[in-house]
């Protein structure tokens, strides 16, 4: 039926617009894994996108201090920060952008988005789909229990909440997330 399909402009692909978002955890080689076995088809466009987040150094100056400490300032330390963030991104996204062509998806777009604690990573992340309108979002999930989801907030429940498209979460085995739950203490 030519009612059903997709309608192309000029130089635009058939296939589906899938965005996957990796956090740069062993839980994101296990998704890439996963969708190239179970999702992406020939004639997809993936779209790899990871956040990188960074903190915003502050203290509270006290005396003839000012807005040093060390003879730093606050505002350097906070673009230093950003910067290391950054360069850890893109060495993250380019390692996955071997794996994924080593796993065999050859249309790769490569999205580096930047952020700090004042707008979370799943907040970059909604709000990028929302723009872009992909086929798909998908992303991990790292199994947070009760407690962390509540206090910290699961970006995957955040996701499906919040994405206007349709997501796909997959879920990690146990063993993957304990071994990155190690590595975190």
């Known amino acids: 039926d030519v009612s059903s399909q997709k309608e192309l402009k000029k130089g635009e692909a058939l296939g589906r617009r899938l965005v996957v978002a990796l956090d740069g955890s062993n839980m994101s080689d296990y998704v890439l894994d ?3 076995k179970n999702v992406f088809q020939e004639d997809d466009k993936v779209i790899l996108l ?3 987040e960074y903190y915003t150094v502050t203290a509270v100056p006290t005396g003839d201090i000012g807005d040093y400490y060390g003879g ?3 505002e350097q330390l906070t673009n230093d920060m950003r ?3 950054v360069e850890n991104g893109k060495r993250f996204i ?3 952008s071997k794996k994924a062509s080593s796993l065999g998806i050859s249309d790769v777009e490569l999205k580096l988005l930047v952020t700090n604690q004042a707008s979370p990573a799943k907040h970059a992340i909604s709000d990028f789909v929302n723009s872009e309108n992909p086929d798909m979002l998908i992303c991990g999930s790292r199994g947070m229990g009760f407690l962390n989801r509540a206090f910290l907030g699961s970006v995957s429940d955040f996701l499906a909440h919040n994405a206007k498209c349709p997501l796909m979460i997959v879920r990690t085995p146990a063993k993957i997330v304990e071994a990155d739950r190690r590595c975190e203490e």
Do not use: F, G, L, S
């Open 34 to 36: 996963w969708c190239a």
């Open 50 to 52: 990871h956040v990188a």
């Open 72 to 74: 730093v300032k606050m």
């Open 83 to 85: 910067e290391i963030a």
């Open 94 to 96: 380019q390692a996955c």
